[in-house]
């Protein structure tokens, strides 16, 4: 599975619409499901700003759980 997530309101400018911020490997038998996690804490949601500085904003974020970067609904936080 993979982690997406969409800074919708960067100050810095527009973000790209998902970017890649972690991924696990699921193997799975015919009929079988599981549990995936992801913690997502500043490190996800910062960037680096045309001048090289971190910034980690309060805003509108989506995020995709999905098996590929074409796939998935995302949920707004």
């Known amino acids: 599975m993979q ?3 969409r800074d919708v309101a960067a100050s810095a400018g527009p973000r790209p619409v998902r ?3 972690g991924f696990q ?3 799975l038998q015919p009929g079988e499901s599981r549990d995936v996690t992801f913690i997502i804490s500043g490190r996800e949601l910062g960037y680096y700003d045309t001048k090289g500085h971190w910034l980690v904003e309060p805003g509108k974020f989506q995020v995709w759980i999905c098996r590929d970067s074409a796939s998935g609904n ?3 936080f």
Request: net charge neutral; aromatic share 8%.
């Open 3 to 5: 982690l997406y997530i």
């Open 19 to 21: 970017e890649l911020k």
């Open 25 to 27: 490997k699921v193997l």
């Open 74 to 76: 995302p949920a707004d």
